[in-house]
């Protein structure tokens, strides 16, 4: 019964180079994906909440498109938001009240010659 224990034990020696390196390698593409994909996610919930912001104070109301556009370039600029487009956002009113539409899409280079698009269109009332 003990020799059988001990070859057991030997034949287990823990994880080959190979599979380490391979571990490695889908851990490097995953945490590199994530650090992509992660800002698009966070600079479109700024706008967005800058926006609706505006709507839940009842200061879109009496804003034209260019006024949004203004303040939401202000916070983009405090954040460093560089590559937002501001003819995205588009503003129309119904019975006194604006409705706030922000409708893009954002490309960033993942893996050569690999893109990822993220498409965002959000309308805010």
Known sequence: MKTLRKTNLRSQRGVSKMGLLLVAVFLGFFFSFGLKVGPIY??????VGLCQDLIDSGEANNMTVGDVRIRVSSALRINSI???????????????????????????PLIANLDLVAVFDSTLE
Do not use: G, P, Q, W
Request: hydrophobic fraction near 40%; avoid cysteine; glycine fraction near 0%.
């Open 42 to 47: 966070v600079d479109h919930n700024l706008i």
């Open 82 to 108: 560089t590559d937002f487009d501001l003819s995205s956002i588009r503003m129309r009113k119904e019975s006194d009240e604006a409705i706030i539409t922000i409708a893009y899409e954002k490309r960033v």
